[in-house]
C-alpha cells in the first residue's frame, strides 16, 4: 500500500511537471512563480519587505539596470523558464502594474533581451536595487513601501 501511494505521489508530480511546461499561459505563469510572494493582485507584503508592483515596477523597465534587476529578481531567476516564457511574465506583470504614464515609452522584453540580460552576472541583487533607489530618488520617485 506505501509503493502503491509513493507511485501515486511520484506519477501526479511527474504529470505537474508536464503540464506546467506544455501550454501554460501567462496568468498561469504569474501565480506560480511570483503571486506567493506579491499576492494575486501584486501588492506585496511588508512582511518580508516584499515590494508591491503598483507605482514601482514601471520605474524599473525605463532604465537598462532596471530591467537587469527585473530579471535577476529571485522570483524570476529562480523560476528557470525559457527565456521567452519569462519575458511573457515580465510584460505581464508591467502591463498589469507598470506606470500607465509610461506605457508609450516603455518597450516589452523579448526573449533575446531576457537570454542577454540573463548572461550578465549578478552579484548583489540588493545592492542593484539600492542603487535604483538612489537614481530613481533624484527624479523625486520613490520606491519605498
Known sequence: ?????????????????????AGENVDYLYRLHCSGCHGVDGAGSKVGRIPPFPGIVGHFADSPEGRLYLVHVPGIAGAALPDA??????????????????????????AEEVRG????????????????????????????Y
Do not use: C, P
Open 85 to 110: 516564457e519569462t519575458a511573457e511574465l515580465l510584460n505581464y506583470v508591467l502591463h498589469s502594474w507598470g506606470r500607465q504614464e509610461a506605457a508609450e515609452r516603455r518597450r516589452d522584453f523579448t
Open 117 to 144: 540580460l540573463r548572461e550578465i552576472r549578478m552579484d548583489d541583487i540588493t545592492a542593484l536595487r539600492q542603487k535604483l533607489a538612489v537614481e530613481l530618488a533624484k527624479r523625486h520617485i520613490s520606491i519605498g
Open 1 to 21: 500500500m506505501k509503493r502503491l501511494a509513493t507511485l501515486l505521489l511520484v506519477t501526479s508530480m511527474l504529470v505537474g511537471v508536464r503540464v506546467a511546461s
